[in-house]
């Protein structure tokens, strides 16, 4: 009988009543309830468990036509989606790629990688996005590629950067890990530069638990993602003329992938009543959830909320987190990071200012409205107890 009143914590190994339990927020929770189990099954029944396997390229002729791509290829996580993209425009060592610091380390990484060198700019203070102008004052002669992050899913200024890419023969790779859905002008991210890297870790818009993507318009340069994601293997069995790695997603990932992008409508319609709502609850306090610019489709990857003072943002994600709701910081400006700070002495004030007073909030698409009500009552009590 007591089975009924109490039961396992979720978040701790203690047994609780299940009245005493509060609820818990996470800031990201997938929703995996459509085909994701019935396709997973038939990948354990069937035995294809590998990357062979019909669901792979199930999933990527479904992606492809979402995306109204020519092509697009599996790969097993979004920053290896990122280092195929590079090395299959060539980019290496004595090259330079400009990327925003304002970005998740990953994009950043990838350039590494390669043995290219990241050229940092700021970002912009109305979408939080990278900065066309500082673009400009930093191509040099080595400039070989500009990586575009679209972050949290807002667009970055596709006509700004499309024009430099133009101008100075540039390539221009889209890192679309957080904007699938997204849309600038109309037309989906992923879909301007040369080449577009997606990832599919837990917490993105559709997931496969780990994986990636990389889309393209050109068949010779997915030919080259194919062969450098499968060992570099030759036209012949075993023959390998390249060093290439092994960046397979599995047939169970993909899997779930193709169920996950059935349902990849209803996900972004939730995630945009989930920011509105806070918007919404926000209005007219200090509190500003991320702005969607007027040509842009803002897919709110995470709800991203700026408070009006740095000082505020620690003690208000203790407050919260004692409240049970998660919370998590804007990413740090990677070139504050002792790993990358030698490669510049600038300053980015904008990227600094915005990183420094933003926090993400629980973001998933099950969140009911009463929830999303409840953590923005409890986030704005606090801000005004702090005024
Ligand atoms: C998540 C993410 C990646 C990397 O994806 P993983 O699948 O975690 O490797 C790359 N860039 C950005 C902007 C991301 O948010």
Redesign the pocket.
């Given at each position: 009988m007591l089975g009924s009143l109490i039961k396992n914590c979720h978040y701790c190994t203690r047994m609780h009543a299940e009245s005493f339990m509060k609820k818990m927020y996470p800031v990201y929770q997938p929703s995996l309830r459509g085909n994701e189990l019935k396709y997973v099954n038939d990948c354990l029944t069937s035995g294809w468990i590998s990357s062979k396997g019909k669901y792979n390229s199930a999933f990527e002729e479904a992606f492809a036509a979402y995306l109204g791509v020519a092509h697009a290829t599996t790969v097993c996580?979004?920053?290896v989606a990122?280092h195929l993209a590079l090395l299959a425009l060539g980019i290496g060592p004595g090259d330079q790629v400009i990327v925003p610091t304002f970005?998740?380390i990953?994009?950043v990484n990838a350039i590494q990688y390669t043995g290219a060198t990241p050229v940092f700019v700021d970002s912009l203070a109305d979408t939080w996005q990278m900065d066309p102008q500082d673009v400009q004052n930093k191509c040099s002669k080595a400039t070989k590629a500009i990586l575009v992050?679209h972050?949290y899913g807002h667009p970055c200024d596709m006509k700004s950067l499309q024009q430099i890419c133009r101008e100075r023969k540039l390539f221009l790779i889209e890192?679309c890990?957080?904007a699938i859905g997204s849309r600038y002008e109309g037309s989906l991210m992923g879909t301007f530069g040369d080449i577009s890297a997606f990832?599919?870790?837990g917490n993105?818009t559709i997931t496969t638990g780990?994986?990636?993507m990389v889309t393209c318009h050109d068949p010779q340069l997915i030919e080259k993602v194919k062969k450098l994601k499968n060992q570099g293997l030759s036209d012949k069995e075993y023959w390998h003329d390249t060093v290439g790695y092994n960046y397979r997603m599995t047939n169970i990932c993909a899997a779930i992938g193709l169920a996950q992008l059935e349902n990849i409508d209803r996900f972004i319609a939730d995630k945009r009543f989930v920011a509105e709502t806070y918007q919404s609850a926000f209005a007219g306090s200090p509190l500003v959830i991320h702005p969607e610019s007027p040509n842009c489709f803002h897919s709110y990857w995470l709800v991203s909320l700026l408070l009006p003072q740095k000082d505020l943002r620690g003690d208000l994600r203790k407050f919260l987190k004692a409240e049970g709701i998660e919370t998590r910081p804007l990413f740090y400006p990677v070139h504050t990071m002792p790993i990358y700070d030698h490669l510049t002495t600038e300053s980015f004030p904008v990227a600094t200012d915005i990183a420094g007073r933003g926090i993400n909030l629980p973001s998933y698409p099950d969140l009911s409205r009463e929830d999303i009500l409840h953590i923005a009552k409890l986030t704005l009590q606090f801000t005004k107890d702090h005024e």
């Open positions: 996580n979004g920053t990122l970005t998740y990953a994009s992050p972050i890192d890990a957080e990832s599919f870790f993105k780990e994986g990636g």
